[in-house]
């Protein structure tokens, strides 16, 4: 058994050791304080303890009269109802402790409980930047995202982006007949966008150019990019620096493309005649997850100069998604989950540009929630690409989501399934929000709580300043606000905040067809990549075989540093292949240019032997430094 200790007014409980003799019943100390409003005070919490020791030294099974019982969920209450009422007091006990143990596994998750000395269930006030620091860092923060520090200030610009925005959703409603429209009885219908119309001559245009661009082996494209970016200089020793033979390059590729094709070491040395023994030792010494996200940089550094790159996409709009795997052997990241594996497997979650790169991705248990990790690679983004805005689909939602974009200077732009259904907010009283509006006023069907919001302003910016300096990370603190209830303070504000941007935004997104499709196309944008995985990770039926999270999270990084080596030699040589049209008379819009994806492997071999040759290989480039191009009179 562990004890708790509360202060009053804290609302919270800490958890400290404590006797065992106390049982299982003793527990529900650690909930009483949590579940209670601040305020129930340390008397209360030492009386109930002094209680529960009573009933477990006298060995007694009846629970007193005077247990808590307002933590007990209301689908549970009916069980105690009905015991008390037949007298049962055994099973009154059981179903009273299965509760208790309930809501302080929901008292861990939120933070109303915490472990002093955890890294995961410590206080959440440990989280955030201490009011010192937060004093110094204040203005500097406020600067940085573009928000007031005055709360009156900031909640009037965004009453007035609520009214503007309410403004062009009423236009659009008045039109009547339009894909976002009310039917008889004031609902909103939202049809669905209509498949992207890609003009006729961006296909044409693909095809030509794929058959201008030369072929390469995946071992062969590797050697070039590197000649051109130099990605495998960063993989440095572990042990420091050290003299670096001259076949390491050839064995960080082999053990590269072990990784991405899902071969394994064992029989990548079987294919490209190198020792197991010395792949092993490459990649035990030189390939973790900081080598990978350094490599993984300098491809993207490169591709973002690539007179391309611009034509594909702004480079500050990015997307994020989860791509699933099965997995063989057992492993803590590993769950069942019959909609997508015959047994088990693990989910990864990458965020991807507008540019088709992949800039981050995370190795995540397939059961939990997406939402929790869409800000720790954004936060964490290490290249030079200026993410302003980001697209998700409904796995990425949440109402803290929402509030933590906007405090953090970001748009958060997703694609929600039944949009028409979710609750809108309203910032005044329903009769002059439907007096200014008549159409689209009666869809704000709750007010917001202003209030609650103003009041806690400057909590709201510590919590986003302490992700913004990296005191926090996302995942962490948005997994434990998005599961607190309505008593902890914080957490209701920052929901309220969410709920009112996610009713902006959901003015924006139904009033502006070109807005829906911009989103649209850059999560499009994420399955090609994600497409482009699984044709890479081809061996063993795609299924993850490492077992720890460490070697999972090295292959997750693996597979796209080796697509974005092939998004890169293909948009260059894309680009290469366009200069030419150019040079001879033919003229090619950058509009037509911007449909065309790099995220393709039809000029590239995954299969076949597997040899390593970079000095013959780096010949082959010729005086150029570049394949060449061929010709339609030489396609065979």
Request: net charge neutral; hydrophobic share 40%; proline share 4%.
């Amino acid at each position: 058994m562990a004890a708790a200790a509360c202060g009053a007014g804290t609302g919270r409980t800490s958890v400290t050791a404590g006797s065992r003799a106390s049982g299982c019943a003793g527990r529900l100390l650690w909930v009483f304080a949590a579940v209670h409003p601040a305020g129930a005070g340390e008397c209360a919490v030492r009386r109930w303890y002094g209680s529960e020791r009573e009933l477990n030294a006298t060995g007694a099974r009846k629970v007193p009269d005077h247990a808590p019982t307002g933590f007990v969920p209301a689908r549970w209450r009916g069980y105690l109802d009905q015991a008390a009422k037949d007298g049962s007091t055994s099973a009154y006990r059981h179903y009273w402790e299965l509760c208790t143990l309930l809501a302080l596994r929901d008292g861990l998750r939120t933070g109303d409980v915490f472990v002093p000395g955890s890294r995961r269930y410590s206080d959440p006030a440990a989280y955030l930047l201490t009011p010192g620091k937060w004093a110094d860092q204040r203005v500097e923060f406020c600067r940085l995202v573009g928000k007031p520090a005055d709360a009156a200030k900031g909640l009037a610009e965004v009453e007035d982006e609520l009214h503007t925005a309410m403004g062009e959703l009423e236009a659009t409603l008045a039109t009547g007949d339009g894909p976002v429209r009310l039917d008889d009885a004031g609902d909103l219908v939202i049809s669905p966008l209509s498949a992207e119309d890609i003009p006729a001559e961006a296909v044409a245009l693909k095809a030509e150019l794929t058959e201008m661009l030369p072929f390469a082996p995946i071992v062969s494209l590797l050697i070039e990019m590197d000649k051109r970016t130099g990605f495998l200089d960063c993989f440095t020793h572990a042990g420091g620096k050290q003299t670096r033979s001259p076949e390491l390059k050839r064995n960080l590729i082999a053990v590269l493309l072990a990784h991405s094709t899902n071969l394994g070491l064992t029989r990548m040395a079987d294919a490209c005649g190198i020792s197991y023994d010395i792949l092993a030792w490459t990649a035990e010494w030189y390939v973790r997850e900081e080598t990978l996200q350094a490599a993984n940089l300098a491809l993207i550094s490169y591709h973002q100069k690539l007179p391309l790159t611009a034509v594909l996409g702004s480079g500050t709009l990015s997307s994020s998604d989860g791509q699933r795997f099965p997995t063989r052997g057992k492993s803590v990241t590993a769950r069942a989950l019959s909609r997508y594996f015959a047994s088990e497997g693990l989910s990864t979650y990458t965020h991807v540009t507008d540019q088709h790169t992949t800039y981050g991705t995370k190795v995540i248990v397939a059961t939990k929630r997406e939402a929790h990790y869409v800000l720790d690679e954004i936060l964490g983004n290490a290249t030079d690409i200026p993410i302003t805005e980001h697209a998700t689909d409904t796995h990425g939602v949440t109402l803290v989501n929402f509030g933590l974009f906007d405090l953090l200077g970001l748009q958060l732009s997703p694609r929600i399934r039944d949009l028409g259904k979710i609750t809108l907010y309203r910032t005044g009283p329903k009769t002059q929000v439907e007096a200014n509006f008549p159409l689209a006023g009666p869809l704000l069907t709750r007010r917001c709580n202003l209030e609650l919001i103003a009041g806690h302003w400057d909590d709201l910016l510590r919590l986003a300043g302490s992700l913004k300096f990296g005191h926090a990370t996302a995942s962490l603190l948005v997994g434990k606000l998005s599961a607190s209830n309505r008593q902890n303070a914080l957490a209701a504000a920052l929901k309220e905040y969410g709920a009112l941007r996610r009713t902006v935004y959901a003015a924006r997104y139904l009033s502006d067809p070109g807005y829906r499709r911009k989103i649209s196309r850059q999560l499009n944008k994420g399955e090609s990549l994600h497409a482009l995985k699984r044709d890479l990770l081809y061996a063993h039926e795609g299924a993850v075989r490492a077992r720890h999270l460490e070697q999972q999270t090295e292959q997750a990084w693996c597979l796209p540093l080796t697509t974005n080596a092939v998004v890169t030699w293909t948009t260059e040589y894309y680009g290469l292949a366009v200069e030419s049209m150019r040079a001879a008379g033919r003229r090619i819009d950058d509009e037509v240019l911007a449909h065309i994806s790099p995220a393709h492997s039809e000029n590239i071999n995954f299969f076949g032997a597997i040899e390593v040759d970079i000095e013959g290989e780096l010949a082959q480039l010729g005086p150029t430094g570049y394949r060449p191009l061929r010709v339609r009179d030489t396609l065979f």
